[in-house]
Structure formats: C-alpha cells, structure tokens
C-alpha cells in the first residue's frame, strides 16, 4: 500500500467519521428546535443557523469520502460495451472532471470565505466565512482523492463510474 493511498483511507475515514458526527448533530438540533417550538413555544433563533451549518458540513465530508470509495452517482451502462483499454480512458476522463469541479468548489469557496470574512452570523456571533469552511477543506479531500485514483487505479475503477 503506498504512503498516498495510506494517507487518502485515513482522511477518508475521518472525514466520514466527521459526516457522521454532523448528521448525528443535525438530528439532535432539528428535533430540539422542533420541540422548543412546538411544546415550548419558545423557538431558539440559532438552531436554523446550526442546522444548516451542519448539513453544509454532512453533504461536503460525505461527498469527499464517496468519491474515494467510488460511490458518486455513475451512468456505466454504456461504458461497459467499449473495450477495456477505453474504459481506463473514460475512467481518467471522470476522475479529471471531478478534479476539475473540486478545484472550482474550493477557489469558489475561498473565495466565498473571504468575501464574508468580516460578516457575521447574528445568531451565532461568529463569521460568516464558517459557511465556507467545509467546502474548503472538501475540495482538498476530492483533489487528493482523485490524485489517488488516478495514480492507483482499482481493477474495476472502470466498471466503478
């Protein structure tokens, strides 16, 4: 196993793992605002913000670890009638494009973050560059993974996309 691919199911695993966590989170929060509101009559004003932190947080660390197990959604069919030799080609072609839309996510989400720096969430009282974070730190996690897959290709990475 080499260093990369070492290092690639170790983030995998904790970004999953940081997946978890949030949803986990996101469950406890929305049935807390849920009960505030509707037994208490008191609804607390951050738990939209909370809420949409954390799903922000479960679809960017889901879909960096789904793109190292290969578990993006994938229309094969057609692929698998071309011959193997162009199969590993098309396989390059996806594992580029998804390079490609990880680099515009992270720039895109910098660029975000910076932009609203100097803003901030009024129910939290912390920036809104927060927001942000999580595709930041997700688009390294699918650049790299990417880098892996295409520097280590599984047997089946064809038949995968």
Same mark, same amino acid.
């Given at each position: 196993m080499s260093g990369l691919t070492l290092v690639s199911a170790h983030l995998s695993r904790w970004a999953l793992a940081i997946a978890s966590l949030c949803l986990a989170g996101l469950g406890v929060v929305v049935i807390y605002g849920v009960v505030m509101?509707?037994?208490?009559?008191?609804?607390p004003p951050y738990v939209e913000q909370v809420a949409l932190l954390l799903v922000i $947080? !479960?679809? =960017?660390?889901?879909?960096?670890?789904?793109?190292?197990e290969a578990g993006h959604i994938g229309l094969d069919s057609a692929v698998l009638l071309l011959p193997e030799r162009v199969q590993r080609w098309v396989a390059v072609g996806v594992d580029l494009m998804i390079m490609l839309f990880a680099a515009v996510?992270?720039?895109? $989400? !910098?660029? =975000?973050?910076?932009?609203?720096?100097?803003?901030?969430?009024?129910t939290l009282g912390i920036s809104e560059a927060f927001r942000y974070l999580p595709p930041v730190v997700a688009g390294v996690l699918i650049i790299l993974f990417s880098v892996e897959r295409?520097?280590?290709?599984?047997?089946?990475?064809?038949?995968?996309?």
């Open positions: 509101r509707y037994v208490f009559n008191n609804a $947080s !479960v679809a =960017m660390f889901g879909a960096a670890a789904g793109v190292r996510l992270f720039w895109g $989400s !910098v660029q =975000m973050g910076l932009s609203t720096y100097h803003d901030t969430i009024p295409l520097l280590h290709p599984a047997p089946e990475a064809a038949a995968q996309h």
